[in-house]
């Protein structure tokens, strides 16, 4: 199943392994994955990629908010990246399929650093251009849903089947703390270097991206006699190898039913300004925003509690479920210090849940796939909380804004539920 050289010194033997899950160790990351040098490489450059994506991610918006002084203005430039990433995460899957994924990444890396130091420049001519903004971002999310699926198909290639679940907790763990660490940094840094800076900081931090990704052995489809063409046909037919595949479907709507009715973060501005609002609503507001990628990265840190586990579909299901419990706690809690409680739980559950799912489309579709898998799962990672914010806007407006949590979590919880009993196939499925 797997090639280049992931078979050469990354076996572990039962004994072995059986000496890994004595002690402390068992609790802590598995990582194996990183014995695997061509993994470790991939690894490494996505560290990079997650820290500096987030350094843009405060600068975008910084600066359209410095230029025309409306949150609205800020609000179109993320809708204005959504698109692009959309149509090109799809597309880009089905490259992915077609042609050397080592490749299509060196190709994309190139385009977003690029597109970094085409930020830098603007911001250091001064041109006070939301248009000219709008559409480097557009570019640059264009690059990344390219880039994405490559990515993520690529590590079925380089790690064992059995490690699969342990690479995505180690590739989840560093996006999480990019989250984190990268907002954090932006903020530290724009008063000291300025704005222009900051974009160039991540574009030369890309140039160890792209070195990373050089590095990788060659990842051609493993069938080269089979010639296709990445087009609307190619894409259609991934869509048709999810519905002929339950378990693949399972997982998509599992993270949408996660996602659109339990991601709450729209309400967090007005939950600090009046449910919270005793504790301080600047301190209550980033508390909120912090909590569930601070719970991702403990998950991740501790993932060797869970990451051996071979009934993936069941850790998916259980994981959505805990999820939208601790969302719908998070609706009823008064308490400012338990709800970040609730919340940081809820990063655990998602953090679970972003593993197994991550191992079940890796491993249940055929190599051949795996690209427009990941398109797809690009595709359902970005758009469900951008629908979530429209939906928990909406009801927080309608029945008030702990109603509105605490009702989408239990609705969470009751459709995973039934999504489960209804369709056996995510729960038979196992490695």
């Known amino acids: 199943m797997n090639t280049s050289e992931s078979s050469t010194g990354t076996g572990t ?16 990351m598995d990582t194996r994955p990183l014995r695997i040098p061509a993994y470790r490489r991939l690894w490494s450059s996505t560290i990079v990629t997650a820290v500096g994506s987030q350094l843009t991610a405060v600068a975008v918006p910084k600066q359209i908010f410095d230029i025309t002084g409306s949150s609205a203005w800020v609000g179109a430039a993320s809708m ?6 959309i149509v090109f995460a799809l597309w880009g899957g089905a490259v992915a399929d077609t042609m050397d994924r080592r490749k299509l990444l060196l190709i994309t890396n190139c385009g977003i650093a690029v597109t970094s130091v085409l930020f830098w420049v603007q911001a250091l001519m001064g041109l006070d251009s939301v248009a000219a903004l709008m559409v480097l971002l557009a570019v640059q999310q264009a690059f990344w849903g390219l880039n994405a699926p490559a990515r993520n198909a690529s590590i079925a290639r380089l790690v064992p089947e059995g490690q699969l679940a342990a690479a995505n907790a180690l ?3 560093v996006m999480q703390t990019g989250q984190v660490v990268g907002p954090l940094l932006a903020g530290v840094l724009i008063p000291v270097i300025g704005l222009p800076e900051l974009y160039l900081v991540d574009a030369l931090a890309l140039c160890v991206t792209v070195w990373a990704v050089y590095r990788l052995p060659a990842l ?4 080269p006699s089979t010639k296709r063409r990445a087009g609307v046909r190619e894409i259609a037919a991934g869509f048709r190898y999810i519905s002929a595949h339950k378990v693949l479907l ?3 709507l599992a993270d949408i039913i996660a996602m659109v009715f339990g991601m709450p973060r729209a309400l967090f501005p007005e939950l600090a300004a009046g449910t919270y609002a005793p504790y301080g609503e600047g301190l209550a507001l980033g508390l909120l925003f912090a909590a569930i990628p601070i719970g991702a ?3 991740g840190l501790f993932s060797g509690t869970f990451s051996r586990a071979g009934r993936h579909g069941w850790m998916v299901i259980g994981a959505v479920v805990a999820w939208g419990a601790a969302i719908t706690g998070f609706g009823l809690s008064g308490s400012l210090w ?12 998602d953090m679970v849940s972003m593993v197994f799912r991550g191992a079940i489309l890796l491993s249940a579709a055929t190599d051949e796939m795996r690209g427009r898998m990941q398109g797809v ?18 009801a927080g407006s309608a029945f008030g804004p702990r109603t509105a949590v605490a009702g989408g979590g239990l609705l969470v919880v009751v459709l995973m539920l039934a999504l489960a009993l209804a369709v056996p196939a995510l729960r038979r499925y196992r490695v």
């Open 13 to 28: 033997g039962p004994r072995e392994a059986e000496a890994e899950r004595r002690g402390w160790r068992r609790f802590a």
């Open 80 to 85: 204005a990246g959504l698109l692009p990433l």
């Open 171 to 173: 590739g989840s763990t």
């Open 220 to 223: 051609p489809p493993l069938d």
């Open 250 to 252: 399972l997982s998509f």
């Open 297 to 299: 990265v403990v998950g």
């Open 338 to 349: 338990l709800a970040v409680v609730f919340l940081a739980v809820a990063g655990i559950a």
């Open 377 to 394: 799962f690009t595709v359902v990672v970005a758009g469900g909380p951008r629908l979530a914010d429209v939906l928990h806007g909406s």
